[in-house]
């Protein structure tokens, strides 16, 4: 059986949380359909189920690579060419612990960013059928579903009071 | 917020993206005058490198003069972004909306070009290898890190970086809108960019989260860049003005200083060059003048401060060198002039509500300020130099020469000319936090008053 993405656009958050609830009492699985919009509104405005991340993670992963590349940085370079400066020690901590700070932060911002597009799914390639008009207002509730389903899922689309419904097959 | 009007998503794509999908009558003609700027900056920077140092105003012992000075000055204008974005977003400042992105490409930009002064003012660039990156495998030289002219780029590179991940996450909704109202290339181009964003729940929590999480981890590294910048002075023992303990917080609080009002200059360029009249309004101006009373006081008195260490240790060359800063001609004129553009003249101003509503008075104060701020480093970095000392043997007063000062103008093209080109293929104003405010904002009747409302989650 072949899958289709089916979209239906609503002018109001309201008939777009009716649609959700449609697709729900119709027997789809919460997982397959996603409300699109062009603005970020409040968690759980259209009644779905609110996503669980574990961004928080990465940054931590990051500062400890980071902690350690750098303390390998500092003290190596400075231990296989061991010029004395100054009268400081070859291993002067605290301009160790500057490297040490700043390859910290670095490393935790560059994971936090690749978390941020992992835990967002992005990059996104996916041909799930899609409309313009959601980033002017429109509001998109977007369902993977098979064929067969098709016109259940419309009529569920459509008892919410849809604008226009879109599908493409995949 | 009383000044708020309310829009719907069509009025706000049209009204923030005209400049990206049509192009002013003024934007050629100024990038035209700009690019002339920076090519001639460029061409000037060549000739510099080709003749060498000796085209300066630089020499012994004034090694450092108007290109470390104008490198501190951007490392300052660059606090703008994190200052602005990071503090206000943490605090959930409903006014930051329209001043954010503004604010972090200040940021990006800024600090792309002070990244320049220290290689241009090297004489010869090339040679910044030897210690900047550890590249030499066969003889084993490392970079110094005990020398804080090694943090410096460690810091800056660690802030440029942090800064342009920041941007670019907050842009990617931005760029979908983009991607959904273009045609052709461009379309494909701004695809490509916008990573398949589709605007579901999941992707804009993860961009809440993201804000505030890339907020809370830039902060620390906005103020570590430039207390690290303070160090190149403050641990130099032999150069009286240089060594002074408060010199971290008093550079970063002068940086936020020189930083919002660099922001403050840009969001009166917006408005007046874009008409953005709905999304940056007086309320935002009269916030931001608030801010930066409490910030210029604190810089204020970070600045007295430091002077009166200087005095208390009684110290024969320090209060000498202080008095030539303040009472020795021309020094005492770029004292008297720091002192009023960077404090007296704007703090006065802005402690009246028409003055800080009013725009273009902002816009003039704003600039005051950081011309302040530029003679309050060039007043830090050169006079200790150029002071006579014991066993210096070779002195003499420092005046930059015409290739120093072209560079510097050439600084202030570039940084223009990258924001306006910036500013013609992506949205200075980030379109999904003004439809947010949309969104999170209402009005709710006290009375007979009308009031707005704001909510948060």
């Known amino acids: 059986m072949s899958k289709i993405s089916i979209l239906g656009l609503y002018d109001n958050p309201d008939s777009a949380a009716d649609a959700l609830d449609a697709l729900s009492e119709a027997g789809f699985d919460s997982n397959n359909f996603d409300v699109l919009t062009g603005t970020p509104y409040p968690e759980g405005a259209f009644g779905e189920h609110v996503p669980q991340h574990r961004l928080f993670r990465f940054p931590l992963f990051g500062a400890i690579v980071g902690l350690t590349l750098s303390v390998f940085l500092t003290s190596t370079t400075q231990i296989v060419y061991p010029l004395i400066t100054g009268g400081k020690p070859i291993l002067s901590i605290f301009a160790m612990l500057v490297i040490m700070y700043e390859m910290t932060m670095l490393s935790a911002v560059i994971t936090t960013v690749i978390g941020i597009l992992f835990e967002s799914r992005l990059p996104n390639i996916s041909m799930n059928v899609y409309d313009t008009r959601i980033t002017e207002g429109l509001i998109g509730v977007s369902l993977v579903c098979t064929s067969d389903k098709k016109e259940t899922a419309e009529r569920a689309l459509n008892s919410a009071g849809s604008m226009e419904i879109k599908s493409s097959g995949r | ?457």
């Open chain 2, 1 to 457: 917020m009383q000044q708020r009007r309310q829009l719907d998503e069509k009025q706000i794509n049209r009204e923030l993206l005209n400049g990206n999908l049509e192009t002013p009558k003024w934007y050629y003609p100024v990038m035209g005058v700009l690019g002339v700027g920076v090519l001639i900056g460029f061409a000037t920077i060549l000739y510099m490198f080709n003749r060498g140092l000796g085209v300066t105003g630089l020499a012994r012992p004034v090694y450092w003069g108007l290109f470390i000075t104008t490198f501190v000055f951007w490392v300052g204008i660059s606090h703008a972004g994190i200052m602005i974005s990071a503090i206000l977003r943490l605090t959930q400042a409903e006014w930051r909306r329209p001043v954010t992105r503004a604010a972090e490409l200040l940021t990006v930009f800024s600090l792309l070009t002070a990244l320049f002064f220290p290689l241009v003012h090297a004489g010869r660039p090339w040679r910044i290898a030897y210690w900047l990156i550890p590249y030499d495998w066969a003889r084993g030289i490392w970079p110094n890190v005990r020398s804080p002219l090694f943090w410096d780029p460690i810091a800056i590179g660690t802030y440029l970086t942090g800064s342009t991940l920041f941007l670019f996450v907050a842009l990617i909704p931005d760029l979908a809108i983009l991607r959904d109202r273009t045609t052709g290339i461009k379309k494909t181009i701004y695809s490509m960019l916008a990573l398949g964003w589709r605007g579901n729940p999941r992707q804009w929590q993860l961009q809440v989260v993201a804000g505030v999480l890339l907020s809370a981890l830039m902060l620390p590294i906005f103020v570590s860049v430039h207390s690290i910048v303070s160090w190149d002075f403050a641990v130099t023992p032999a150069v009286e003005g240089w060594h002074s303990t408060i010199f971290a917080p008093y550079f970063v609080i002068g940086a936020v200083h020189s930083g919002v009002s660099a922001v403050v200059t840009m969001m009166c360029l917006m408005r007046w060059l874009w008409k953005w009249n709905n999304y940056i309004r007086p309320e935002h101006f009269d916030a931001l003048a608030r801010l930066l009373i409490i910030v210029a006081t604190a810089w204020l008195a970070f600045t007295f401060l430091e002077l009166i260490f200087s005095l208390y240790g009684r110290d024969a060359p320090e209060i000498a060198l202080r008095e030539l800063q303040m009472f020795t001609w021309p020094w005492n004129l770029i004292f008297i002039t720091f002192l009023l553009t960077g404090y007296i003249i704007p703090v006065g101003c802005w402690l009246f509500k028409r003055c800080r509503n009013n725009i273009a008075v902002m816009f003039w104060t704003s600039i005051l300020v950081n011309v302040g701020m530029w003679l309050e480093r060039f007043l830090i970095i050169v006079p200790g130099l150029s002071r006579k000392q014991v066993f210096v043997y070779t002195w003499e007063g420092y005046w930059p020469s015409p290739v120093e000062w072209i560079i510097l103008v050439w600084s202030f093209a570039w940084v223009s000319f990258l924001m306006l080109l910036f500013a013609k293929f992506f949205p200075l104003v980030p379109l999904f936090e003004a439809k947010e405010s949309q969104v999170f904002t209402t009005e709710m009747k006290v009375g007979r008053a009308t009031v707005p409302m704001v909510i948060r989650e």
